[in-house]
Every structure is written in C-alpha cells, then in structure tokens.
C-alpha cells in the first residue's frame, strides 16, 4: 500500500480530541461531489496540496463541527492511500455519530467535474485501504457508500456500482476477507531485546531479530505485507509498527509512533495484552 501518512501531507493538527473506536463493522466508501481539479490526474506532486484542501474547508465548514478532516482516509487517481482521522479514530464522514462509528470513511478523489471517474490505480488503493482498515483498525468485512443508511448521492454512480459489485480490484476478485478475531491472550514476557534498535535504513536491516519482531506481529494479527515474516525491514512493516504503537498508545500503553522498534516497543510486543 502506497500510505501518505498526515505529516507527508502536510496536515494540520486536529482543532479538537478524537474519539477513539477499537473496531468498525466495516467501511464506507465517499466520493467529493464536487468539482476535483482534472490537472490532478497527470501530477500526483499536487495530490497532498489537494487534500490539505479538503482539510481546510472541512475545518472551516460553516454547518459541520469538524475537528479535522472528516474523512479515515482519501485516496488519490494514482492509488496513494492519504492518512485523514486514520486508524482506531471515529471519523466525520458517514452522517451522524452513530454512523461514524459504524464505518470507517475512505473518500476517492472523484467529483461532479473534473475527475468524474475513478481510475484503475484508485480502485487498487481503496482496496488497498479497506484491508488496511480490517488487518490493523479492527474493520469487518462490510463495504458500503455513504449512501447506504444516509440521504445523499455519495459516493456517485460510478463508485456505487463498483461497491455494490463487491469492491473487487481491477480484473480482480474482492479484498481479502477480514481477519478472524483473536480471542484475547494473557500477557508473555518479551525475549531479549535484540540490542540495536530496529528500523527502517539504509541499507535495509534484515536479519532473525526483524524476523522475530514480525512473527510477533503476525502472532497478534498485524499483517506485515505479502511475503510475510521475511526479516527485511522494509516499509510495509514500518507502517505496521506505527499502527502498533498507536493502538498501543490508544490502549493504555503509551509509545512514540516513530516506527521504530526500541526496547519499549519490543516489550509491548510481548507484554501489552492482545486486545484485538
Ligand atoms: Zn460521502
Ligand atoms: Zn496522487
């Protein structure tokens, strides 16, 4: 997944406190409705520019009190999944507080002129953000639109169909099922903290302790990409740190969500309860 997280593009800080969920019963698909600029489409250089936009007007809207943006995620036309609210966060989305929590809210950067249609690569990264919600934010297997339980044309017609075939992938089959829930395990004490930090460098760190760290992750249902425990630490199970630093902050177990596997968050790995 190409993860654009709040700091890459330039978000501004929240003007309020979230309201933290530890699961949905899935996710719900948006589109913007209005006019999205068709110079986006060749330029992903003005992608972030755009969604500090949205930001800016959901945070000055005149009727809505939005804290931030409304939206968990937006995805742009070339497949880049842009961290709004994110994980383990009611968005502002779907209508009412009760639907927030319901679903999470990934938004396609199509609108009512401009980009009208979603293109392949888009498709790909609202798949791609649909199993990032279920692997690590607790979402279950529904998608729906806006539309569904709410009075709008969102997430427009094109968008709709495609949600109400089954959200599959271009020339694909569906996301990947929802994870199984796990029930909750007691608490183990941790190995022995390998000795350097792990994290993401150049060059990549690889070696039995990444491997060890990853099995872990996988072990309390933190997906860390296709090829699995590879001991590589590569992007994909940076990402996954930070998703597991701030579930554990959410959790009572403060961590810095730097993404790196220090001897605090090595500890948490094994000792902080399973509690998804
Ligand atoms: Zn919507
Ligand atoms: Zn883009």
Redesign the pocket.
Known sequence: MKLVSRSAWGAAAPTGSYTRISSTKGV????E?SAVPGSLAGDHGRCAGHVRDIQRAHLNDPKEDWIDIAYSFVVCPHGYVHEGRGLNVKNG???NPTLNAGHY?V?AMVGTSGITSPTSEMLNGLVDAIEYCRAQGGAGGEVR???DG?A?T??GEELYAWVQRGAPRPGGSGPAPAPAPVPPSGSSSAPTFPGRVLRLAQPMMHGPDVQRAQERLIERTWSVGPDGADGWYGERTRATVVGFQRDSSANGWPLADDGEIGPLTWAALWERPVTR
């Open positions: 719900k698909i948006h589109y409705g989305a779907n209508g809210a938004c639109g806006h539309r709410y709008t969102c997430p």
